[in-house]
């Protein structure tokens, strides 16, 4: 928020809790969700024009909105193909398709780059610009190397400070960094760890440009709201933070979970998708001041993604992955790991988004790909491909298209010391390539 000409800071706040027995029926959450998912955002509202069905379905909402859009952009019919692309890219981004691109990735030609020693200790955490072109990577050596996705070179390193230093004045991370989360221009890296501040850097530079303190404990995970410049942490003091990086301001803190916050995730609406060790899962509906609870059986959920507006997926410590739907407090569909080895919880996933393709990571490194299939009614999870990549799978992530998937695996888990993997090969960043064969 900017007042004359000055950044400043929205009044903290703790949203109101949407905490409704089984189903989240509420006139807000049948608007959001409709038939097909998704929601076109509230921000502005909505007139319906003259002539307009009064009956008019949600998704036939949503389509004429569509349309409008591409009409106010000044596309004509007459460009079909730009006109075709635009559009779908537009009912994708507004939740009214879901591409089908899993079924491709048993059948595809699979290329797969990788760098041991990207980090001197173990990596935790990887980011991708969403063409896939540059990646961000942090670890427990404190540094934050930025990559050539083509090349599987590192470009950049923002080395760790002096741990001898408080972190303020230290001009790097001076503990490991868990958390790291890059803008879709590429242009600034945010990154966050054991030493409670959220760093941001500038590529073009080089160079640290700001850092946030505010958080009491270990910063676990970062994004940023697709298009835009509003990142969110998350962190073991059980809350999550907002910035503004336009303006370089901190805005609010979030309240609610009961225990530590393991990870976050967004699309482009101005809402944050949460799980923790308190069992639940939060989406934070900020202009609404609200969150919506879901409960999970597990003790703990260690990794979210957002798939589309309205549905989510997630892994958990017992080593389940479960897709949520915004109008169902408990899981649509739960899937259990079944493997021999003990070290099974789920440390990562991550989603294309608007797709049904998912991807999952486990302490014991083994790698698996998704398609997140089903209707509305009866969702699944069936595995198209898994990957031993030894080591623990502490951080994945999809380039939009999904034909990238950024690998984080060290020898130890992002998040403690609890067993360490004998070989240091396991210490590496992979970039997985899906190409059609």
Same mark, same amino acid.
């Given at each position: 928020?900017?007042?004359?000409?000055?950044?400043?800071?929205?009044?903290?706040?703790?949203?109101?809790?949407?905490?409704?027995?089984?189903?989240?029926?509420?006139?807000?959450?049948?608007?959001?969700?409709?038939?097909?998912?998704?929601?076109?955002?509230?921000?502005?509202?909505?007139?319906?024009?003259?002539?307009?069905?009064?009956n008019e379905t949600v998704a036939e909402k949503r389509l004429r909105l569509a349309?409008?859009?591409?009409?106010?952009?000044?596309?004509?019919?007459?460009?079909?193909?730009?006109?075709?692309?635009?559009?779908?890219?537009?009912?994708?981004?507004?939740?009214?398709?879901?591409?089908?691109?899993?079924?491709?990735?048993?059948?595809?030609?699979?290329?797969?780059?990788?760098?041991?020693?990207?980090?001197?200790?173990?990596?935790?955490?990887?980011?991708?610009?969403?063409?896939?072109?540059?990646?961000?990577?942090?670890?427990?050596?404190?540094?934050?190397?930025?990559?050539?996705?083509?090349?599987?070179?590192?470009?950049?390193?923002?080395?760790?400070?002096?741990?001898?230093?408080?972190?303020?004045?230290?001009?790097?991370?001076?503990?490991?960094?868990?958390?790291?989360?890059?803008?879709?221009?590429?242009?600034?890296?945010?990154?966050?760890?054991?030493?409670?501040?959220?760093?941001?850097?500038?590529?073009?530079?080089?160079?640290?440009?700001?850092?946030?303190?505010?958080?009491?404990?270990?910063?676990?995970?970062?994004?940023?709201?697709?298009?835009?410049?509003?990142?969110?942490?998350?962190?073991?003091?059980?809350?999550?933070?907002?910035?503004?990086?336009?303006?370089?301001?901190?805005?609010?803190?979030?309240?609610?979970?009961?225990?530590?916050?393991?990870? *976050?995730?967004?699309?482009?609406?101005?809402?944050?998708?949460? !799980?923790?060790? %308190? &069992? +639940? /899962?939060? =989406? $934070?509906? #900020?202009?609404?001041?609200?969150?919506?609870?879901?409960?999970?059986?597990?003790?703990?959920?260690?990794? *979210?993604?957002?798939?589309?507006?309205?549905?989510?997926?997630? !892994?958990?410590? %017992? &080593? +389940? /992955?479960? =897709? $949520?739907? #915004?109008?169902?407090?408990?899981?649509?569909?739960?899937?259990?790991?079944?493997?021999?080895?003990?070290?099974?919880?789920?440390?990562?996933?991550?989603?294309?988004?608007?797709?049904?393709?998912?991807? +999952?990571?486990?302490?014991?490194?083994?790698?698996?790909?998704?398609?997140?299939?089903g209707g509305k009614a009866q969702r699944t999870l069936d595995e198209v491909l898994?990957?031993?990549?030894?080591?623990?799978?502490?951080?994945?992530?999809?380039?939009?298209?999904?034909?990238?998937?950024?690998?984080?695996?060290?020898?130890?888990?992002?998040?403690?010391?609890?067993?360490?993997?004998?070989?240091?090969?396991?210490?590496?960043?992979?970039?997985?390539?899906?190409?059609?064969?």
């Amino acid at each position: 928020m900017v007042l004359n000409g000055k950044p400043t800071k929205r009044k903290r706040r703790r949203p109101e809790v949407s905490d409704k027995d089984e189903e989240i029926d509420s006139d807000e959450a049948e608007l959001d969700s409709g038939e097909e998912g998704g929601g076109v955002g509230e921000e502005g509202g909505s007139v319906k024009e003259e002539g307009e069905e009064l009956n008019e379905t949600v998704a036939e909402k949503r389509l004429r909105l569509a349309k409008k859009y591409l009409s106010d952009l000044g596309v004509d019919e007459e460009d079909s193909e730009d006109a075709e692309e635009l559009e779908e890219v537009t009912r994708r981004d507004i939740g009214l398709t879901i591409r089908d691109i899993a079924d491709g990735i048993a059948s595809s030609k699979l290329t797969v780059s990788v760098r041991h020693k990207a980090h001197r200790l173990s990596p935790c955490c990887v980011d991708l610009t969403p063409n896939a072109d540059f990646a961000v990577s942090g670890g427990k050596d404190r540094r934050v190397n930025l990559w050539d996705v083509e090349t599987c070179k590192a470009v950049t390193t923002f080395e760790g400070g002096d741990t001898h230093l408080q972190a303020k004045d230290s001009k790097g991370h001076v503990k490991s960094v868990l958390a790291v989360a890059v803008t879709d221009d590429g242009k600034l890296v945010a990154s966050g760890g054991e030493d409670h501040l959220v760093r941001i850097w500038d590529v073009r530079k080089k160079g640290a440009v700001h850092s946030f303190p505010g958080h009491r404990k270990t910063i676990t995970s970062l994004c940023f709201r697709h298009g835009s410049k509003q990142l969110v942490s998350a962190s073991n003091d059980r809350t999550l933070k907002m910035f503004d990086l336009d303006e370089m301001a901190y805005v609010e803190t979030l309240f609610g979970h009961g225990a530590e916050v393991i990870s *976050v995730d967004a699309l482009s609406r101005e809402r944050y998708l949460s !799980g923790g060790m %308190d &069992g +639940s /899962l939060r =989406l $934070w509906k #900020i202009a609404e001041s609200s969150q919506i609870v879901f409960k999970s059986p597990a003790q703990s959920i260690d990794a *979210v993604a957002c798939i589309e507006d309205s549905l989510f997926f997630t !892994g958990a410590s %017992d &080593g +389940s /992955l479960s =897709l $949520w739907g #915004i109008n169902r407090k408990k899981p649509l569909h739960t899937h259990f790991i079944e493997d021999s080895n003990p070290n099974k919880s789920i440390t990562s996933v991550a989603a294309c988004s608007h797709s049904d393709l998912c991807a +999952s990571g486990l302490q014991n490194g083994r790698l698996s790909i998704w398609k997140a299939g089903g209707g509305k009614a009866q969702r699944t999870l069936d595995e198209v491909l898994n990957i031993d990549l030894g080591g623990s799978v502490n951080s994945i992530k999809f380039g939009r298209s999904g034909k990238v998937l950024a690998v984080a695996t060290g020898q130890e888990h992002r998040l403690g010391r609890w067993s360490k993997a004998p070989s240091w090969k396991a210490n590496a960043i992979r970039f997985l390539s899906f190409a059609e064969s």
